[in-house]
């Protein structure tokens, strides 16, 4: 098997991979060949979409606390909306 390296587009000859390998390649333009088992690519995808799941589970939570926050700023300018117009109707009433 044969495999361009490189920008120069030179033949590099590779050895044959085992069964149950697979050739992953490129970089930046420029191409690299690693031999990489089924297992480890299996292990990889696993580690992905646990990280994906956990960004999932943060972002949830971030959305829980945003809505959380929401609710207490939106109590709060009701609050001093009301304490504002007591404020103002006293001042007429002077």
Known sequence: MS????????RVSLP???????????????????????PEIQRQVRQQRGDIDALYELVERVDQKVDALDG?????????SGQLTEVLRQLRDR
């Open 16 to 38: 044959r991979p085992k069964r149950g390998r697979r050739i992953i390649a490129a970089h930046r333009g420029r191409r690299y060949a690693l031999l990489v088992s089924q």
């Open 3 to 10: 495999a361009c390296s490189g920008p120069s587009s030179r």
């Open 72 to 80: 207490k700023v939106d109590r709060r300018f009701d609050e001093i």
